[in-house]
């Protein structure tokens, strides 16, 4: 195959990654935009093989084979079988490991290419190596708050700001010396430097901003993608990596707007904030919680039912309950909508996705902007498994983790009901005032078993 | 000679600059629903690093070499194939009708 025409089917697959990115901004579109996408990553996969100076087999072409199969049986089962609840830390990892690859793609060449790099080249894979790295590591910090393993609260360590500021112009000083003299130690310390910096860039991040972290990240690999094909020569990087990195930016930029979020407080709110008492004293007052009788009561007589689902909705696998509940409301005469927050579950969109699979149908999932003025004319507004997306902290509360995020006001309605597994602070850690409120009745345990709970006293009614 | 890696370079950067602004254009009004799974479908696209990877794993010669860039080939494999099934596992559920929606807000 002459380089011509590799270089043109090169183009023909990054013309399908601009239709894949252009099919997903549309839910009509959005599943043949993808397909589109794996399309041109199977046609520029599979060139590659083909295309060598005399039709000759590639060198360790074995190895290269046995590698790819390996990965399709890592990551297709992986990405198979994961719940639709541990979707944002899968993508989380993904991308993280897309960086990794970045950056051994520039390692590997650099060390091929020894004093034959030109300097261009050696900039550019400084830059794959120190951003693939953050994204790396980053990427695996994200993972594991959205995994719970580690907590979800921002992590402030003393002299954070310190340390990270030395830490970026330890990077900036080792990556100039690979520039200037050349050499693998240096590069390699300029690796382990960014794999620290991603480290500690993503700590301080709160849990509710993760996602937007991870876009960002996204975008980064993007980048990552394009310098590292620059170091090749390859025109089908440059142009897949800059349409993600360009198109994660936006997105980021989008997704930070939708949360009420600035990127800037996002990623270093943490530590300009004034330390704070966990935001605010502990409330003491009593609060009202109630059995699952009088939950079905309160439904039972009301003209109009919103169900604001959470991550707990879906933790606990009662999308298929509560879609029952509804039902069996909608039949008893009540008006049931659902208020959907924008980024109820771990992501933008995440929760329409979780609702979809258990068949909600669409027209009853309400955004944000169009459900809050109905609000005042709801009798009863059912909280499942959600928390911080209905707290009025992030209206009346100054210098609270989610000070500024648009919220679904519940409180207007006449009456609330959280289901709860307990008193335990939403995944921003924030405590909730509307859990202590006169209108608001409390229902504790597993958001399923108290839906079935509910469900059975209803029908009985 | 000169010329011609001059224009190579300028050639390079032309593309990175067009690729930004389409990038840009592409998705500039997105709506939230489809904020995951356009982060999710991004993410598979930058898996086609596996090229790069099968690409220096040719040019490999030491040890070193070789295993550093058989990793990259596994990495960027589970990025790119697990990033698409992912991704059309999460659109699978989309099949909703949005239309209705549409004209349940003319009715208002």
Redesign the interface.
Known sequence: MSRNLYDLIGLA?GIC??L???G?????S??K???I??L??TI??VI??LY?NDAKA???QT??LV??G???L???P???K?Q?TE??Q??AL??G??G???A??A???Y??LGDEATV?IVVATVFTVIVGCISFSGSIITFLKLQELMTTRPVVFPFGRQIIALTLIGILLSGGWVIASGGTTPLLINGLLSLIFGVLFVLPVGGADVPIV??LL?AF??L???A???V????????????????????TK??AE?MGRSLFGTLFGAFTAKPQQSSGEADTRPFKSGSADDVAILLNYAQRVVIVPGFGLAVAQAQHTVRELADLLSKKGVDVAYGIH??AGR????M??LL??ANV???QLI?MEEINPTFPQTDVVLVVGANDVVNPAAKNTPGCPIYGMPILDVSLAVNVIFLKRSMRPGFAGIENKLLFEAKTTLLFGDAKDSLTKVVSSLKSL | MVNDLMSNEIALLAIFLLSIFVGFEVVSKVSTTLHTPLMSGANAIHGVILVGAIVVADHAQTTLEISLAIAAVILATVNMVGGFVVTDRMLQMFKGKPKQKKVKREDK
């Open positions: 697959a990654f601009i894949a990115l252009k997903l901004s549309s839910p009509k959005a599943r935009g993808n397909l996408g794996a041109g990553a520029a996969t590659v093989f060598t590639l060198n360790n190895l290269i590698a790819i390996f990965g399709v890592v990551g297709v992986a990405a198979r994961v639709m979707m944002p899968l993508v993904f991308n490991v897309g990794g690859a970045a051994l793609v390692l590997v060449e060390l091929k261009a991870i876009s996204n690999t993007g990552t993608v394009a590292s094909g620059y090749l020569q390859t025109t089908l990087l440059i142009i897949a990596g800059t349409l993600v990195g360009a198109s994660g930016t936006i997105l989008l997704m939708a924008p980024v992501m933008p969109g995440h329409n996705v979809a699979e149908p669409y027209e955004e």
